[in-house]
Each structure stands twice: as structure tokens, then as C-alpha cells.
């Protein structure tokens, strides 16, 4: 079976620096590129479906990289918790790429980002000159875009940086899925594995969830009014996107409206939107259809109105 190996990159911050870890599937030398960057609290192995699902049905060499966001994962914590948030992450992004280009250079580009991740893409894909080493391609959005609704802020707050501690991965898979029901449905073994790398051991046993508390800090700083200011400069990079762009939508989204949805197929890079009955925020790309959906998104060869990409590398 297709195995990821960990590798991490050090990214400058006030403080000084800070490691960020990141899973490599595929080819280390691929001159094409997917990123799949996680949500608000999750960490890069939610995408062990879909990075091994991408990998062996590529018909090119192709390298799959999930980061685990700073704060999340194997990456390390900040001094400051003010730094959690999207001009930091854009940054250290940067400097993954710069790193994977500089181990073998980067020729395609394509991103897949899940809410958080999601934003961190539009920021790289609709802001102009920044050093990526190829533009982005071909973007896939995950339940989220330039509106976010408050309510949905407000339901992530309740449970945002309550670690906790739990006997065991089981129970502690089971409080999450106590604030995890918009991922819709999934069989226990699919929960289970999505939830393995979400804890770390604690000293004198059992195990918590692994991210650092603190990222609720800026988070539980934003206000409504705050959050409705920010809408303009998102959409603002949003329709800044030259990248071909998949919209996934869980049907029962409570952060990503329908009309916002809708208005995203029709401003900027006029997104192709697809629809998950049964889910909310966020699809898990764990399903079979919501695998398909992305896998033939990124790995037809062409789509209209778009050169082919070099056979080589």
C-alpha cells in the first residue's frame, strides 16, 4: 500500500522560526504538484484517501504534499498565538514550495483545500506576484468561499481549543464525531482512521487531540462585524483566480451558503460546483463520489480552454 513519508520545512516567524511538517505521497521528483491543505483544527493525514486514491490513478508521476498547518500535526506550535492565521499560513506555504521546487522543480500546480485550507488557497491563487514556482492550475475549493456565515463561526467556537483527554483513540474519536456530524455519514472504520493522527499520547497515559489550543486565540477575537469586513477582500481574491476551480459544497452546509455557492460559479474563475446530499461543512474526501469528483477534476489531462501539461517529469 501507497505510504506517505514526513518531511518538514523551517519557515521565519517574529519569534524566529518554526517548523512545519508535511506528508509526501508519490513521486518526490514529479513535476506536478497537488496540495491538499486540511480545515481549521484538523492536520494533513485527512487526505490519506485521497492522496493515495490520486497517486495510483495518475497516469504521470505525480507528487501529492499535505502540510500540517503550524499549530497542528507534527508541525510546532507558535510563541505568539496571534500568528495563527492566513498570512502566516500563505507564508509558510511559500516556503514549502520553495523547498519542494528546490529538491526537484515544480512544472504543475494544483491545490485542493478543505475550509481553512480552502482560504489559504484562494489567498496563493488570487494574489498576484507572489513567488510560487508555477501558477496554481487548477483549484479545488472544500466547502468554502469568500462568505462565511457567522452562525457557523459561532458553532466552531464552542469545541475550538478544547484539547481534552481521553483513554484511548477510540474515545476520543467519539467526542469528535459528537462535533463532527456535518462530515456526514461514515462507517466507524472510516472515523477511526480519520482520527488516529488527530491525538498525541499524554504523559502518564491516555491521549489528546493534536493541535495547540491557542489557535482559538484570533479566533475567538473575531467579531461578526470583523468578519463581514473581511468578505470584501476575499472576494476581491477570489475573483483574482485564474485557476481552473472545483467548488465542493456539502448540501447541508451551515458555513458555506447556497447563494454564496451560486455566486461562486459565476464571479471570478466561475467555479464548477458539486453538491454532497446527506453532508455539511465538510466533505472529508473519504467517500467514493467525493473522491471521483476530485481525482477526475485534477487528473484529466486537459479541460477546455487549457494547454496540456508536459509529459515529463
Known amino acids: 500500500m501507497t505510504v506517505p513519508t514526513l518531511n518538514y520545512v523551517t519557515c521565519p516567524d517574529p519569534a524566529g522560526s518554526h517548523r512545519m511538517a508535511y506528508w509526501l505521497w508519490g513521486a518526490a521528483d514529479a513535476a506536478h504538484v497537488v496540495v491538499c491543505a486540511h480545515g481549521l483544527s484538523r492536520q494533513g493525514r485527512d487526505f490519506d484517501v485521497l492522496a493515495r486514491a490520486l497517486v495510483e490513478r495518475s497516469p504521470l508521476p505525480l507528487r501529492v504534499v499535505c502540510p500540517d498547518v503550524v499549530g497542528r500535526g507534527r508541525s510546532d506550535w507558535l510563541a505568539d498565538p496571534m500568528g495563527y492565521g492566513i498570512p502566516t499560513y500563505v507564508g509558510d506555504m511559500l516556503q514549502m514550495l520553495g523547498q519542494l521546487h528546490a529538491a526537484s522543480p515544480v512544472r504543475t500546480l494544483d491545490w485542493v483545500g478543505t475550509s481553512m485550507g480552502g482560504l489559504i488557497g484562494m489567498a496563493l491563487a488570487g494574489t498576484p506576484n507572489l513567488p510560487l514556482p508555477a501558477p496554481v492550475r487548477r483549484l479545488v475549493l472544500n466547502d468554502v468561499g469568500p462568505v462565511i456565515q457567522w452562525t457557523a463561526l459561532q458553532r466552531i467556537?464552542?469545541?475550538?481549543?478544547?484539547?481534552?483527554?481521553?483513554?484511548?483513540?477510540?474515545?476520543?474519536?467519539?467526542?469528535?464525531?459528537?462535533?463532527?456530524?456535518?462530515?456526514?455519514?461514515?462507517?466507524?472504520?472510516?472515523?477511526?482512521?480519520?482520527?488516529?493522527?488527530?491525538?498525541?499520547?499524554?504523559?502518564?497515559?491516555?491521549?489528546?487531540?493534536?493541535?495547540?489550543?491557542?489557535?482559538?486565540?484570533?479566533?475567538?477575537?473575531?467579531?461578526?462585524?470583523?468578519?463581514?469586513?473581511?468578505?470584501?477582500?476575499?472576494?476581491?481574491?477570489?475573483?483574482?483566480?485564474?485557476?481552473?476551480?472545483?467548488?465542493?459544497?456539502?448540501?447541508?452546509?451551515?458555513?458555506?451558503a447556497a447563494d454564496t455557492a451560486q455566486d461562486m460559479t459565476r464571479r471570478g474563475p466561475r467555479a464548477r460546483l458539486v453538491a454532497f446530499e446527506g453532508v455539511g461543512h465538510a466533505p472529508t474526501l473519504v467517500a467514493p463520489d467525493q473522491v471521483e469528483a476530485v481525482a477526475s477534476f485534477l487528473l484529466t489531462e486537459s479541460l477546455p480552454d487549457e494547454e496540456p501539461r508536459s509529459r515529463t517529469g
Open 157 to 256: 467556537g464552542t469545541y475550538l481549543g478544547n484539547t481534552g483527554r481521553f483513554d484511548d483513540v477510540q474515545q476520543a474519536a467519539d467526542a469528535m464525531w459528537q462535533v463532527s456530524q456535518g462530515f456526514g455519514p461514515h462507517t466507524p472504520e472510516q472515523w477511526l482512521a480519520l482520527s488516529q493522527a488527530m491525538v498525541k499520547p499524554l504523559e502518564g497515559g491516555g491521549v489528546t487531540l493534536h493541535y495547540d489550543p491557542a489557535i482559538a486565540v484570533p479566533f475567538r477575537k473575531l467579531d461578526e462585524a470583523a468578519a463581514n469586513a473581511g468578505q470584501a477582500a476575499l472576494w476581491a481574491a477570489y475573483d483574482a483566480i485564474r485557476a481552473r476551480t472545483l467548488l465542493l459544497r456539502g448540501a447541508r452546509s451551515d458555513l458555506l
